[in-house]
């Protein structure tokens, strides 16, 4: 990061000039900073951008809450006792609180608690009293949660009906004839044919109702005239920030639009205020929603898992309940259908015990609020005083050239706080026009602990209308095998989702401009020569290496790189000493200075001969690796089984150069240090004992350096006549592990359970003392657990850089493939990128570690393994499974565990938003005797077929 990212003069300047135009409505009167400060100091040293997310707590509101249930004894509420009216004198007093935030009363609105918003929605959907001849109507700007009414409102014979905003205005009263509404998109391309699964293609795993049969026309004459009709919308998108106006609900009601005006029956109008109530203020009393649905942390954090469906009380009525639990009944029969419901709403559609203490937390929500903020007003002026700032500076940022770097999604100029909300949607754009992926703005946020989100935010509606997709193409792009929540961020160069940042009322303006020069910093092309976008490639990396005389996207004023020569081992000799500092700092205890710096011919000769020599005698490399030599007249080679159909259709490399095996390293204990050895033995899984034990928390998540970057600190090691994993760690004595699965010590493993990658695994805990020794060292409740012999997981990767799960090869607790390869020509061409792009000097054995492969060789071209379908080590055959795709645990000096921007960076910037370093592989073992490979092994690779 550029050092103006921190530098104070910097910051003032910038905020100085902000206050002149914004200080009236910025930061509570000045108090902004001393609440964060006080509040807020776990997000010190990070931008969060999420807030329409969620929103953070503050320390105060904690604290009162706990004081709260120190103080205080709350019973369950469906009892008599003194501790149970509390609880429920409580919660009475909180609905009271609830409606009084909104500006209303109980006796205008009822508060049902529920599970979140989504929940009110799906309470409403299930209790409204739908019919044949109803209609839903929902605007195309809604969250998901709304869109899954329409299932509900199909299944009970109504019709459905999605309007964009311009339509629903073009209809009113006093503008125009309406549109046809019919349901179908072939009549009119706006309106979305809703039936229950028209949607989904053929081959997605689900049945089709029998309603979906039903004729959805919503011309059809009605044979009651008393149908009950519900028209739902945002009153914030929480796309784009975009502020509907809720006088639509009067309107809607009174049938003033066409919409609803040949309609015959009574409408209704839902209201989902999740995301505009986390800033801004809602007066019920003014607005005529009948129902509005809403989630508490959207607005002060916590609690989490509680929201409400506010219900006006000239609607409560149009509500019908099937289901009842317990609490709910005034008299109730076992034996017969006898039921009778309690009168109150809430108490007749609260089923069974609420999650009271969670409820009791609101009130210091509110108070915590209030207290610092002042109310909800100063929230949203606050909140959007930011997020105009950064819409203006966005949308002036250009490339060299004049082009914008940002297309901003929105429906406003950010002018009027009555129509603008807090969040600003956006695509990045390159000089030459090209979007830049958001998995790629995600990764490099990510390395710079910028909290933001991207995707199409559960609002497909929005999404599609902003980004110009057709619901044809969002079918195409499901079917190309993109669905929500992925990386698939361009197809076709057209990106498939956004990035959105949104404020919260504890944001601040140095919030806004870290965010502001990350963009400028990392995205915006300074002159012609940075070009930022590979190759012009929409992010698809070149894979036959990176021309040293291309320059990529940088902030240094296009630093050239003119010799092919610059920046090699060789002419940075100075700078990187030989002896390698990075591997004796790190624990390793093979770091030779002739394995360091990429042995030549002589250097390969003098590997096998020390090792023949030191096999053949029964001894190990050094004292510390006398169970590791395997003698070559040990070595057993397994005939390939991947041998082709037809022999033609691969073919060997004919080049002269040899390639060969430097390093072979394992890593016992899965995100913790390396562990080199010179010669090791093969498994069905992989290097014997690679990754097969990890480090979880006290809930049994898995633990990686992402989250606890000192495992990278922990250095493991496997003594084979010992039979022990050792861990050792500066200040600690070294831990023993048995490698006994089946015993620690003298007490019998116990089995647990997991999840890598999303697998469930399950394995064996190592025992207090192993768990004792890492919560120490890492200062948090952990445990050591080991792979269950007996817990296979297939590999993950396939040549096409897709899932692939044929269940012929195992794996350990890798995250992916059986094997990692990274070669040293690539590290040396990352290396000059590197020191081209930032001036950053990685040692080339630092880069080796912070890669983490298990096999790394030297000769050859740099990047020419991406291309290789299968190779050769010495005499053992492994298969390549593709590309293995870089996250920012690759920023982790693996000896200091101190983060960097590199070499992420510039993976990013030269080899786009995959950012591929190495090759996953997989080896295929033929019988079950014994194979191993060592350092000085050949590697002669195979390539693709060409014909």
Known sequence: MADKWRNVEHRQRKKA???????????????????????????????????????????????????????????????????????????????????????????????????????????????????????????????????????????????????????????????????????????????????????????????????????NSVNATSTSGRQSHLFAYAAMCNFSGRKFPLDWCRKIKRKQFSLCEESEGKWYTCLDAASYVSTNPLDLSSCEADFVTLSFYKIFGFPTGLGALIVRKDAEDNLRKTYFGGGTALAVTSNGRFYVPRPILHDRFEDGTLPFLDIIALRHGFDTLEKLTGGMLQVSQHTFSLAQYVYLQLTSLTHHNGQPVAVVYADTDFDDITTQGAIVNFNLLRANGDFVGYSEVD????????????????NSGACSRHLGLSNQQIRENYQAGHVCGDDKDLISGQPTGSVRISFGYMSTFEDAQFFLDFVQECFVEKSPKTTGAVNGQNGQYCNKGLTSKVNVQCTNEGLDIEDDKKGTEEDTSSIFPKTSATLQSSGLKHGRKDQADGPQEDHRDSFKKEIEEKSSKGQGLDSSYQSLAVRDSERNVPQSTWRKEKPTEIRELKDPVQRYLTNIFLYPVKSCGAFEVKSWQLSARGLMYDREWMVVNESGVCLSQKREPKLCLVRPAIYLTEGVLQLSAEGMKPLDVPLNAAKIGDVEASMCQSKVCGDRITGLDCGNEAADWLTIFLGRPCRLVRQNPDSDRDCKVNRDGGNSADGKFSLSLANESQYLLIS???????????????????????????????????????????????????????????????????????ATAQRSKEPLMTLLRVRGKKVPFGIHLVHNMADTQPCCIQVGDEVTPVTMATV
């Open 17 to 215: 000039d902000f206050l002149k135009n914004c200080g009236k409505l910025y930061g509570y009167g000045g108090r902004i900073d001393k609440m964060q400060e006080e509040e807020f100091d776990r997000l010190k040293g990070m931008v969060y951008l999420d807030h329409t997310g969620t929103t953070h707590y503050a320390q105060s509101q904690l604290d009162a809450y706990m004081k709260d249930l120190q103080t205080n004894v709350y019973g369950n509420p469906h009892t008599r006792s003194a501790s149970s009216r509390l609880t429920t004198d409580t919660i009475d007093q909180l609905r009271f609180r609830i409606l009084q935030h909104f500006n209303t009363s109980i006796e205008h609105h009822s508060v049902i608690f529920t599970s979140g918003c989504t929940g009110a929605l799906k309470l409403l959907a299930e209790s409204f009293t739908w019919e044949d001849g109803s209609i839903f109507s929902y605007l195309e700007d809604n969250h998901t949660s709304v869109l899954g009414v329409r299932e509900v409102a199909v299944k009970e014979g109504a019709k459905i009906m999605c309007v964009l905003e311009q339509e629903l205005l073009g209809c009113s009263n006093g503008k125009g004839s309406p549109q046809s509404k019919t349901i179908t998109a072939e009549k009119n391309s706006s309106i979305e044919n809703c039936t229950a699964n028209n949607s989904i293609p053929s081959h997605f795993p689900g049945k089709t109702h029998k309603e979906s049969e039903r004729s």
């Open 824 to 894: 040293r020509p690539s590290l040396r061409e990352l290396q000059q990128q590197i020191t081209a792009n930032s001036n950053m000097a990685i040692p080339t054995e630092d880069l080796v570690l912070r890669f983490r492969g298990n096999l790394v060789i030297d000769s050859g071209q740099p990047f020419e393994e991406d291309d290789w379908s299968e190779l050769m080590i010495g005499q053992q055959q492994f298969q390549s499974r593709g590309l293995c795709s870089r996250c920012q645990m690759v920023c982790l000096d693996q």
């Open 443 to 458: 990764k490099l946020a990510a390395l710079h602990d910028i909290h933001l989100r991207t995707g199409c935010f559960c």
